[in-house]
């Protein structure tokens, strides 16, 4: 896909959506942070009635410490794994409190240091938190990237480095909000919504879905996208 295609790929998206963000719910880098960790598995809008609760209690490190591993299952149990989250939250809160005075590092390593915290929401938190222009791919990144020709790549690393040279500097801080949005409401896994694409034109994904489903039978993959199930696509 050469640039001239990218960029109009993008604003397009810009057009029909001027300041994507995040749809987790969050008031602080403390609070963010937490809403990514539990999101592993877990749609936004679960994460976000869990940390509705949460946060009404306890919504800095200390205060989530002094809930005990016990009183933050209480909280997040309708969360998938909230076993392991809760213990790696604490853990995490531990970290904070005793290496960064209870805030939020804003350098990549720090971030990973921390448990449950994997490059990806590193890349949540370095973007959407402290505006830096990283991209964390996840599955809907990586499906969208391979199956447009923005960005084709096996791994979500791949498919992250590649993003980062190739989304025009403008664009980059958006680019992960625009992608994951556009993943998950049109270019969907299954049935992607190619009749009603902004930007089907542009899109070089061979098989796009036709108009009239029901008349239409659906055509033999023959142009194969990579594509990764949460559980591949690393923290
Ligand atoms: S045209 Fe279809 S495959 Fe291409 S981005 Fe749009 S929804 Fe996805």
Redesign the pocket.
């Known amino acids: 896909m050469n640039k001239t295609k990218r960029t109009a790929i993008f604003e397009r998206l810009r057009q029909s959506n001027p300041a994507p963000t995040t749809e987790l719910r969050y008031n602080s880098a403390f609070e963010l942070l937490i809403a990514v960790i539990l999101s592993a598995q877990a749609t936004d809008k679960g994460v976000n009635k869990a940390t509705e609760r949460l946060f009404a209690v306890a919504n800095t490190p200390a205060a989530i410490l002094a809930l005990g591993e016990d009183g933050l299952k209480a909280q997040i149990r309708t969360i998938g794994l909230f076993n392991a989250k809760a213990k790696n939250i604490i853990a995490t809160c531990r970290k904070l409190v005793d290496e960064h005075g209870g805030e939020v590092p804003r350098e990549r390593a720090a971030l990973e240091a921390l448990p449950g915290v994997g490059r990806k929401t590193a890349n949540v938190v370095l973007n959407t938190a402290f505006g830096e222009p990283t991209i964390a791919v996840d599955t809907h990144i990586f499906r ?1 990237a391979n ?2 020709g923005l960005a084709s790549g096996k791994t979500p690393l791949a498919v992250e480095q590649r993003l980062l040279r190739l989304v025009p500097t403008p664009f980059l801080h958006d680019a992960h909000h625009w992608l994951i949005l ?1 993943g998950r409401y ?3 896994a299954r049935k ?3 009749p009603n ?4 034109d542009l ?3 061979r ?3 036709p108009a009239d489903l029901k008349t239409t039978p659906a055509e033999p993959m023959s142009q194969p996208v990579p594509e990764l199930s949460d559980r591949a696509i690393e923290r």
């Open positions: 969208v199956r447009t556009h049109c270019c969907k992607p919504n190619c694409c902004p930007i089907s899109c070089e994904y098989q796009k879905t």
